[in-house]
C-alpha cells in the first residue's frame, strides 16, 4: 500500500490566494484527519471525518478554511484567502476507524508571503 | 496550563543508554497516542493505549489511567531513535504535547 497521499508536497502562495491542499487515504481506511503543525502551537486537529462526514470541526480556525471528504479516496483542505498566518505544515491521516491508530501523510509544507 | 504536559523538552543521551519520556494529562481520555516525528518531519504512530502496557521491540509505553500518566522508554537507544517524541491525549479530539526532541549520540 503506498500510504497516505499528500499533494502538493510544498506550496508557496502569496497572501490572498486560494490554496487548495489534497489528501488520499489508505484504501480501506474510514476516518480522515486534518492537522497544522506549527513551531508556535505544535500540532493541531482540525477536522475529522468517519465515512465522509465529518465529524468535528471545532479545530478549523475560521471561516477562510474549509474541507470536504467527497468519496472515500479523496478529501480537499482549502485556504481562501489565505494569509501569512496560514504558512504551516498540514498533515493528514487516516485509520480504520476513528479509534484505531492512525498514519500519517508526509505533509504539505505551505508558505504564504 | 496545558491539558497535556510532556517533559522533558529536550533529552540527549549516549547509544546504549534507557530513554523515559513522560506524558501527564488533565483531561478524560478514552486512549493515548505516542508519535515519532523524524527529523524530515515525517509522523509515525507508534502506541496507542487505554490501559497497561505496550511493546514494539524496543519501545515501551505504560499508562496509568489513575494518575493520568504514561510514559514512552526506549531501550538499547542508538541514534536513529534521534527525533521528536509527541504523546496526544484523544478525547472528543486529540490534544497534543508539545513533543520531547531527543538526540541520541554514537
Known amino acids: 500500500d503506498a500510504g497516505v497521499i499528500q499533494s502538493p508536497r510544498h506550496e508557496v502562495t502569496e497572501m490572498g490566494q486560494e490554496v487548495t491542499l489534497r489528501c488520499k487515504p489508505i484504501?480501506?481506511?474510514?476516518?480522515l484527519f486534518w492537522y497544522r503543525q506549527t513551531m508556535m502551537r505544535g500540532l493541531e486537529l482540525l477536522i475529522y471525518?468517519?465515512?465522509?462526514?465529518?465529524?468535528?470541526d471545532s479545530g478549523m480556525p475560521e471561516d477562510r478554511f474549509s474541507a470536504k471528504m467527497p468519496n472515500a479516496s479523496f478529501s480537499t483542505l482549502k485556504i481562501q484567502p489565505s494569509e501569512p498566518r496560514d504558512s504551516a505544515v498540514y498533515f493528514c491521516?487516516?485509520?480504520?476507524?476513528?479509534?484505531?491508530?492512525?498514519?500519517f501523510g508526509p505533509g504539505t509544507r505551505l508558505l504564504v508571503l | 496550563k496545558n491539558e497535556v504536559e510532556q517533559s522533558p523538552q529536550n533529552l540527549t543521551a549516549q547509544e546504549g543508554e534507557f530513554i523515559t519520556i513522560n506524558c501527564s494529562y488533565s483531561?478524560?481520555?478514552?486512549?493515548l497516542h505516542w508519535l515519532q516525528q523524524h527529523p524530515g518531519g515525517g509522523i509515525v504512530s507508534l502506541f496507542m493505549?487505554?490501559?497497561g502496557k505496550k511493546k514494539h521491540g524496543r519501545l515501551i509505553a505504560t499508562i496509568n489511567i489513575q494518575e493520568k500518566h504514561s510514559s514512552l522508554h526506549i531501550t538499547a537507544s542508538h541514534p536513529r531513535d534521534s527525533a521528536v517524541y509527541i504523546c496526544?491525549?484523544?478525547?472528543?479530539?486529540?490534544?497534543f504535547g508539545a513533543g520531547t526532541r531527543l538526540t541520541v549520540k554514537p
Open positions: 491521516a487516516s485509520s480504520l476507524g476513528a479509534r484505531e491508530t492512525q498514519y
Open positions: 484504501s480501506g481506511h474510514n476516518s
Open positions: 471525518f468517519n465515512n465522509n462526514v465529518p465529524i468535528d
Open positions: 483531561v478524560g481520555i478514552s486512549a
Open positions: 493505549l487505554s490501559s
Open positions: 496526544a491525549a484523544e478525547v472528543n479530539d486529540m490534544r
